[in-house]
């Protein structure tokens, strides 16, 4: 597969779903796995 790693298009993909799924409340469910990527969970 070939993937340009200099872009943002994932940032900015994860980016807007926070907004949508995550600001408006309290409790997160995306998180940011460093070196890994994102998980999507409250974390239990």
Known sequence: ???DSDTN???VAVKRLRAKVDHP???K???TVRSIGYTFGDGT
Request: a negative charge; glycine letters at 0%; hydrophobic letters at 60%.
């Open 1 to 3: 597969m070939n993937f």
């Open 9 to 11: 298009v994932v940032d």
């Open 25 to 27: 409340f309290e409790k």
């Open 29 to 31: 469910l995306i998180h």
